[in-house]
């Protein structure tokens, strides 16, 4: 399984989710693998407490390499990190992933992440990827090597007008590159039950028919405190409201 956490608005949860997902993944005994395809590097800095120079070229060297390399193999075509979770590991992400983007357009390496994938298969149950917040070279190679996509919403008037534009791009780019991608569902994040806008917005959502998924991640100051330890919510609080949401949301896919 191969499930890409995709939207080209920020700050709606995409390193949270995936990371999260992943960590779930992995406490459950799946040989989980998540990899990070953003320049800032949230997902890196967040699984394994790594910032700046400490963090390993991970990604950015695999796509340097392509530009000057041939046919690499899986031994030594990307540095795969090992966090200190059981079964969770991290191809980290750095700054210079910004620096290689025109050169790899350039060179129309577009499929290059889809092979790295095929070979990666066989060691991995579940494979992750974080994305940046645009349909860039890195987003457009991460949905055409995965075969889920899940979009993360977070409940405002921006991010819904969005929604309908991002979800018309995955359909075009399914057309024209990847015929097995499917769109698992819309990830409602940030939630407020008691807010009167959000539920509103989300019943004309499922009114539409769009592929709202039941499970609602709620807004907690608990994911703050997570990210500042760099420890997924379901190994610093197991029991909170918002870690048993990402257990249920990972059981839901799951059973996909």
């Known amino acids: 399984m191969r499930r890409v956490v995709f939207n080209q608005k920020g700050g709606v949860g995409k390193s949270s989710i995936a990371c999260n997902l992943a960590a779930v993944s992995a406490s459950e005994g799946y040989r989980t693998l998540l990899i990070d395809l953003d320049a800032q590097a949230n997902s890196t800095q967040y699984l394994t407490g790594l910032t700046g120079a400490d963090i390993p070229m ?13 046919l690499l193999t899986k031994k030594n075509a990307v540095d795969i990190y ?13 700054a210079e992933l910004a620096d290689l983007q025109p050169k790899l357009e350039a060179k129309h390496k577009i499929n290059k992440l889809r092979k790295l ?24 190679s991460a949905l055409i090597a995965a075969d889920r996509v899940l979009i993360p919403f977070d409940c405002d008037s921006f991010s819904r007008q969005a929604l309908y534009g991002l979800l018309e791009e995955i359909q075009e780019l399914k057309d024209d590159h990847n015929e097995d991608l499917s769109v698992e569902g819309i990830v409602v994040n940030q939630y407020q039950a008691r807010a009167s806008l ?3 917005m989300l019943d004309a959502l499922i009114a539409e028919g769009l592929p709202v998924l ?6 907690s100051v608990k994911m703050r405190e997570s990210h500042e330890a760099s ?26």
């Not at 991970?58 to 041939?70: M, V, Y």
């Not at 090992?82 to 750095?94: G, M, R």
Request: aromatic share 10%.
């Open 58 to 70: 991970g990604i950015a060297e695999f796509f340097k390499n392509t530009l000057s390399s041939g």
């Open 82 to 94: 090992e966090t200190p979770y059981d079964n969770l590991h991290v191809i980290t992400a750095t």
């Open 117 to 140: 994938l095929d070979d990666l298969d066989e060691d991995y149950d579940r494979i992750y990827i974080d994305t940046p917040p645009a349909l860039n070279f890195y987003a457009v």
């Open 198 to 200: 959000p539920q509103q």
């Open 214 to 219: 039941p499970v609602y991640l709620s807004s």
């Open 231 to 256: 420890m997924p919510l379901i190994h610093l609080d197991p029991r909170h409201k918002l870690t048993q949401q990402f257990v249920e949301l990972h059981h839901l896919l799951d059973t996909d």
